[in-house]
C-alpha cells in the first residue's frame, strides 16, 4: 500500500505518539527515580531488607502462583474438552459467557464473594463444620488465595482452550467419526496437540497474574504467614513505614516479573488475555455414553465453581441494608469519587492509546529511507510492556519520591487517574489498533491528497470513525480503574476514598454486611460497563463490514 | 506561476526511479497538455506507481516530477496541482455528498458561500442534483464515483488522475462515466491520466496511449497509432491483436 507520501499529518501523528510515551516513561521512570533515589540514600537498610523474611515473602509469591496455575490450567483443559466435545450440551453459550463473567469482576469484589461463601460465617460454614467435625476456622491463608485465583483463572483459561479447539477444522472432527476414533484416541490424535500449543502462553499468562495479584492476597492472606511481594511492599509503606524495605522488595518483584516475561516471551507466551470468543458449534463430535456422563459432570463441577461466589455475592449483597447504605454521605461521596476518577482514567487511557496508535501508523507508512525504527517499537509492541510494572510498584515509588515534597495522600487522585490509565492502556490499544488501521486503508491516501491534517483529520474523519471503538476501550479501562484496589490501597485516605477503597475499610472494621452490599453495587458497576465495552465491540466490528465509501 | 484549470499543465517524469520491494520502476515519459492519456499495461507493470508518484503518495529515489513547469518533486499531495480518483474509497463513509465534495474547497469544511454554490453547481453537474444530504452507503457505485467527480470540479486542478475508476462498473454505467470524464476534460481542459485494462475505454475517449511494461514507458503515442497495424508490437500482444 502506498505510503501517505511527504505529508504533514504523519509529522502530527509521530508528535501525539512521542508526547504519550513521554507522559508513559515520566510515570514509570519517576516511580523507578523515586526507588533509585531512596536505595542510594539508606543503601545499607536496603541491602538488610534481604533478610530471610524476604525470601520467604518471594517464595511464597512464587508457590502460590505455581498452585494456583496448576489447579486453574489442569481442570480447564478438561473442562474446555469436554465444551466442545459436547455442542449441545444444555445452556453451553450460557456457561461460556458465565465464564466471561470473572474476568470483568473486580477482585476486591471476588474475595468477598469467596468469603460469603467459604469464610468463617459463610454460608458452607456449618456444612464444612460438620463435615471436618470440628469448627471451620474459615478459608483464610493458602488455601483462600487459591480458591479465589482458580475462579478467576479456571473460567478464564476453560475460554481460551476453547477457543484454542475451535480452531482444528470441522473436517478433522468429521474425519475423527468416520474413522471411529474413540474418545482417548480423539484426545491424542487432535484435541492434545491443539491444546499443547495454547497450553505455555496460557499458563504463563495465569502464571503471571498470580505473581502480582494484590487484592486477593491482602484480603485473603491474613497474615504474614501468606504474604506476596506487592502485599509486603504495600505494608513496608503503609503500616511499618520503611521505605528502605519497600525499595528493596520492589527491586526484587520487578526483577522477579521480568525475568518470567522473559522466559513466557521465550515459551511463546502471550501475556494479554484475550476475552472475546466466538461460539461455534461442531456437530460431528460423537461422545458414549460414559464418557458423555462423565463429561457432564465435569462442566457442572466447573460451573458451581464458578458462579458460587458470584451467587453469594449477590445474595449477600441483597441482605445488606442496601437503602440506608446508598443514603450515606460517605458512600455517596466514595461514589462520587470513583466516578469521577474511573472516568478521567478512561479518558486518558483512551487518548494515550490513540496517541500511540496513530504514531505507530504513521511511522508504517513511512518511506524505507525515513523509518525510525525505535519509535515504531516503542509505540507498537514496547507500550505492552507498562503490564510488567505492577501498580503498586509505581505508586510505590511515586509514594517515596514524593513524600518528602508533598502530602502524598493528597496526590491520591492524581496518582489513581494516570497509573490506571496506564494499566488499562494494553487492553486499549488492542480495541483501537485493528479500528485504526482498517480506518487508515480506507483514507490515508484521501487525506493527503486533500490536505486534511492535524486536528482538522482528527475532528472531522477519524473522530466520526473511531468513536465506537474508543467507547469500547474507555468503557474497559474505566471498568478495570472503577474496581481497582492498587495504587489507592496505598494512597487513599479518610479525605480521598474510593468505593474499593471504603469497602476494604468496611470490611477491616468487621461491617461485613456494609462490604457485602458495596460489592454487590461495586460488581454490577464493572460488569455493566464491561458489557456495554463488548456490545459496542461487537457493533463496531459490524461496522466496519458493511461500509465502504 | 501557478498553472489552473484554464492554461492546460504538462505532466513530465524526467528519469524518475522508485522502487518497491522487489520491483524497480524508471520512468523518463511526457504527457501532452490538455489530452486524455490512457495507461495500460499488464498487472503490476506499474501503472498505479507512476499514478501515484504522480500524486505525491510516492517519492522517487531519484529523478524530478514536473508540473507544467513546476518542479513537484517534493510537494506533499495536498500542494501539487492533481486530483486523483481511485477504485474505491474516494468518499468519507460518515459524510454527507455535500460534505465529501465541500472537502475539496476546505479541508478542514468551513465553507463560504461561493465554495457552497461552486459544491452545488458541481453536483448539478455530474448529475447528483438533489442528493447533497445523502450518505455514501445510500448511493449506487455508480454515483459515488460521480461524487468523486464532483470534488475534482470544485479542487479545479489541472491535472487529473484517474486511477481504473470504473473497473467495478457494469458495461452500461461505464459508458456514461467515460463519457461524463470526457465532457468535463473538454470543459476544464484537464491533463488526465487514465489507468484502464479496456482498450475500449481507451480508444473511446483517450487521445494518446502510454504503455507501462515491467516499470517502463515501453511506448508512447496517438490511440490512432496503436490500434492500428503499425501498433508497439509488445502492445499488440497485450491486447492480443497478433
Not at chain 1, 520467604?56 to 512464587?62: C, K, M
Not at chain 1, 478464564?156 to 467419526?177: N, Y
Not at chain 1, 474523519?461 to 476501550?473: E, G, K, M, N, V
Not at chain 2, 506499474?46 to 522517487?60: H, I, M, Q, R
Amino acid at each position: 500500500m502506498p505510503g501517505a507520501g511527504n505529508s504533514g499529518h504523519s509529522d502530527f501523528r509521530t508528535a501525539a505518539g512521542i508526547v504519550a510515551l513521554a507522559a508513559i516513561s515520566l510515570l514509570i521512570g519517576g516511580a523507578f527515580a523515586g526507588l533509585i533515589v531512596e536505595g542510594l540514600r539508606d543503601l545499607s537498610g536496603a541491602v538488610a531488607a534481604f533478610d530471610p523474611y524476604m525470601l520467604r515473602v518471594a517464595r511464597f509469591t512464587l508457590w502460590q502462583a505455581l498452585l494456583s496455575t496448576l489447579l486453574s490450567v489442569v481442570p480447564a483443559l478438561f473442562v474446555a474438552r469436554a465444551l466442545v466435545r459436547h455442542p449441545h450440551f444444555p445452556g453451553r453459550g450460557l456457561i461460556l459467557q458465565l465464564f466471561a463473567v470473572p474476568l470483568a469482576l473486580p477482585a476486591l469484589v471476588a474475595a468477598l464473594g469467596v468469603l460469603a461463601l467459604y469464610g468463617r460465617a459463610g454460608y458452607f460454614a456449618g456444612l464444612l463444620s460438620m463435615l471436618g467435625g470440628d469448627t471451620w476456622p474459615g478459608i483464610y491463608g493458602l488455601s483462600g488465595i487459591l480458591v479465589a485465583h482458580v475462579f478467576f483463572n479456571l473460567p478464564l483459561s476453560v475460554r481460551l482452550f476453547v477457543e484454542a479447539l475451535q480452531t482444528v477444522p470441522s473436517d478433522q472432527w468429521r474425519l475423527a467419526s468416520q474413522l471411529g476414533m474413540g474418545a482417548r484416541a480423539g484426545f491424542r490424535l487432535i484435541e492434545w496437540p491443539v491444546l499443547r500449543q495454547a497450553l505455555p502462553g496460557v499458563a504463563g499468562l495465569v502464571f503471571m497474574l498470580c505473581v502480582t495479584s494484590f487484592t486477593i492476597v491482602l484480603t485473603l492472606g491474613g497474615g504474614p504467614r501468606a504474604t506476596t511481594l506487592e502485599v509486603a511492599i504495600y505494608q513496608a509503606l503503609r503500616f511499618d513505614f520503611d521505605p528502605a524495605r519497600a525499595v528493596a522488595l520492589t527491586v526484587l518483584q520487578v526483577t522477579l516479573t521480568f525475568v518470567i516475561v522473559f522466559v513466557l516471551t521465550r515459551l511463546g507466551a502471550n501475556t494479554a488475555a484475550e476475552a472475546s470468543l466466538s461460539v461455534a458449534p461442531r456437530r460431528f463430535v460423537s461422545a458414549g455414553r460414559g464418557e458423555t456422563a462423565l463429561n457432564g459432570a465435569l462442566i457442572a463441577l466447573a460451573l458451581l465453581f464458578v458462579a458460587g461466589p458470584m451467587a453469594a455475592t449477590v445474595v449477600a449483597g441483597l441482605q445488606a441494608e442496601l437503602g440506608r447504605l446508598v443514603l450515606e454521605p460517605t458512600v455517596q461521596s466514595a461514589a462520587l469519587t470513583s466516578l469521577i476518577l474511573a472516568l478521567l482514567s478512561a479518558l486518558l487511557a483512551a487518548a494515550l492509546s490513540m496517541a500511540l496508535v496513530m504514531a505507530r501508523q504513521a511511522l508504517a507508512l513511512r518511506p524505507a529511507g525515513a523509518r525510525r525504527p525505535l519509535l515504531q517499537y516503542a509505540t507498537d509492541t514496547g507500550a505492552g510492556f507498562v503490564l510488567v510494572v505492577p501498580p503498586i510498584v509505581v505508586g510505590a515509588g511515586w509514594f517515596i519520591l514524593l513524600r518528602h515534597v508533598a502530602d502524598v495522600f493528597a496526590l491520591a487522585p492524581v496518582l489513581v487517574v494516570t497509573v490506571n490509565a496506564v494499566m488499562a492502556m494494553p487492553f486499549a490499544l488492542r480495541a483501537l489498533r485493528p479500528a485504526y488501521d482498517a480506518a487508515s486503508a480506507r483514507h490515508e491516501r484521501l487525506c493527503a491528497q486533500l490536505g486534511i491534517a492535524g486536528w482538522t483529520r482528527l475532528r472531522l474523519i477519524d473522530w466520526p470513525s473511531l468513536r465506537r471503538p474508543l467507547a469500547t476501550a474507555a468503557a474497559f479501562a474505566m471498568a478495570l480503574s472503577l474496581g481497582d484496589l492498587g495504587v489507592i490501597a496505598l494512597f487513599g485516605s479518610d479525605a480521598v476514598q474510593t468505593l474499593p477503597y471504603l469497602l476494604l475499610a468496611r470490611m477491616g472494621s468487621y461491617r461485613t454486611a456494609d462490604a457485602a452490599g458495596l460489592a454487590l453495587i461495586l460488581g454490577l458497576a464493572c460488569l455493566a460497563l464491561m458489557f456495554l465495552s463488548t456490545r459496542l465491540g461487537k457493533a463496531s466490528d459490524r461496522k466496519v463490514d458493511s461500509v465502504f465509501g | 506561476m501557478k498553472p489552473t484549470a484554464n492554461s492546460p499543465a504538462e505532466v513530465r517524469l524526467n528519469k524518475v526511479s522508485f522502487s518497491y520491494g522487489e520491483a524497480a520502476f524508471e520512468f523518463d515519459v511526457t504527457f501532452r497538455p490538455g489530452r486524455i492519456t490512457a495507461v495500460m499495461g499488464p498487472s503490476g507493470s506499474g501503472k498505479s506507481t507512476l499514478l501515484n508518484l504522480v500524486a505525491g503518495f510516492e517519492v522517487p529515489a531519484s529523478g524530478r516530477v514536473l508540473i507544467g513547469e513546476r518542479d513537484v518533486t517534493a510537494d506533499p499531495p495536498a500542494a501539487r496541482p492533481v486530483s486523483m480518483v481511485f477504485q474505491e474509497n474516494n468518499l468519507f463513509a460518515h459524510l454527507t455528498v455535500e460534505q465529501n465534495v465541500g472537502l475539496g474547497r476546505s479541508p478542514s469544511l468551513r465553507l463560504t458561500h461561493v465554495d457552497r454554490t461552486a459544491v452545488a453547481g458541481a453536483l448539478e453537474r455530474t448529475g447528483l442534483g438533489g442528493k447533497g444530504q445523502r450518505l455514501p452507503r445510500e448511493l449506487s457505485g455508480g454515483e459515488r464515483q460521480r461524487v468523486a467527480l464532483a470534488r475534482v470540479l470544485v479542487r479545479e486542478r489541472p491535472v487529473l488522475l484517474l486511477d481504473e475508476p470504473f473497473a467495478s462498473l457494469g458495461p452500461a454505467l461505464r459508458e456514461d462515466m467515460l463519457e461524463l470524464v470526457a465532457a468535463l476534460q473538454e470543459e476544464r481542459g484537464m491533463t488526465v491520466l487514465f489507468v484502464t485494462h479496456q482498450p475500449e475505454d481507451a480508444r473511446r475517449i483517450s487521445h494518446d496511449i502510454v504503455f507501462i511494461e515491467a516499470g517502463k514507458a515501453a511506448a508512447t503515442g496517438p490511440v490512432g497509432e496503436f490500434f492500428g497495424e503499425g501498433g508497439p508490437e509488445a502492445f499488440r500482444r497485450y491486447i492480443g491483436a497478433s
